[in-house]
């Protein structure tokens, strides 16, 4: 089966900088996506990495290094809106989306 | 909103009831997914609807079934369900499945609590 991992929970000050790893181990490999979900509320679409690097949008940023089987989410200049649960997902060689079990990140003042 | 809308958002039901999801897009997406989400644990696909053919039934007993009429509506029926299936189900759409970016968008799901 496919294996992702990330931390449980995270917890910053607001203004800070905070990074959510993800590792996966899946059959093949066709993209990593972010997701973020605020409590009660609908997943929403974060960020798509599937060349190796970095791709920047805003205050969020993701990484992607394939080779490693790794990627990071990093949220800058944290706000107390940032306060949510962080999903990683990763699309296999058959194209079959897999999730972690979210990161739950809270911004404290 | 996100253009995905499920109804009804909270539900309690008995074992022996029969009750249903309901999830509706006008994204102009062609492929509808049920998932299911249980607190602490990955996102389960259940099921994947693609220009209204079921492609992906994931091993889900047979106490959920899924119907979907046209590419806009997609439910989930239920049927003498077990407590263990409480959980959150997260309804999504994407213009179709498989290759490109295939972005989810995903509805603010339906609470269910089975007593």
């Known amino acids: 089966g496919q294996n992702i991992d990330q931390p449980t929970e995270m917890t910053a000050t607001e203004g800070a900088i905070v990074q959510i790893n993800c590792t996966y181990q899946?059959?093949?490999?066709?993209?990593l996506f972010w997701y973020q979900q605020h409590a009660g509320e609908a997943p929403t679409f974060l960020s798509y990495?599937?060349?190796?690097g970095l791709e920047e949008k805003g205050r969020f940023s993701s990484f992607l290094s394939r080779s490693k089987g790794y990627s990071y989410l990093l949220l800058k200049e944290l706000q107390m809106k940032d306060s949510a649960s962080y999903l990683c997902?990763?699309?296999?060689?058959?194209?079959?989306?897999?999730f972690g079990a979210g990161t739950t990140v809270t911004v404290r003042a | 909103e996100t253009g995905v809308t499920q109804t009804p958002r909270h539900l309690v039901m008995g074992m022996t009831n029969k009750k249903s999801l309901k999830c509706e897009q006008h994204?102009?997406?062609?492929?509808m997914y049920w998932y299911k989400q249980s607190a602490k644990k990955p996102l389960e696909l259940m099921f994947v609807?693609?220009?209204?053919?079921?492609?992906e039934n994931n091993s889900v007993p047979s106490r959920f079934s899924p119907e979907c009429p046209n590419s806009s509506h997609l439910f989930l029926h239920l049927h003498t369900l077990q407590p263990e299936d409480s959980a959150l189900y997260l309804c999504?759409?994407?213009?179709?499945?498989?290759?490109?970016?295939?972005?989810?968008?995903f509805g603010a799901g339906s609470r269910l609590t089975v007593l």
């Open positions: 999504a759409s994407s213009q179709e499945e498989g290759a490109g970016a295939n972005v989810l968008t």
């Open positions: 609807y693609n220009f209204k053919e079921q492609t």
């Open positions: 994204l102009g997406h062609n492929a």
């Open positions: 990495n599937v060349l190796d």
């Open positions: 997902a990763v699309r296999d060689n058959d194209y079959k989306l897999s």
């Open positions: 899946t059959s093949g490999f066709n993209g």
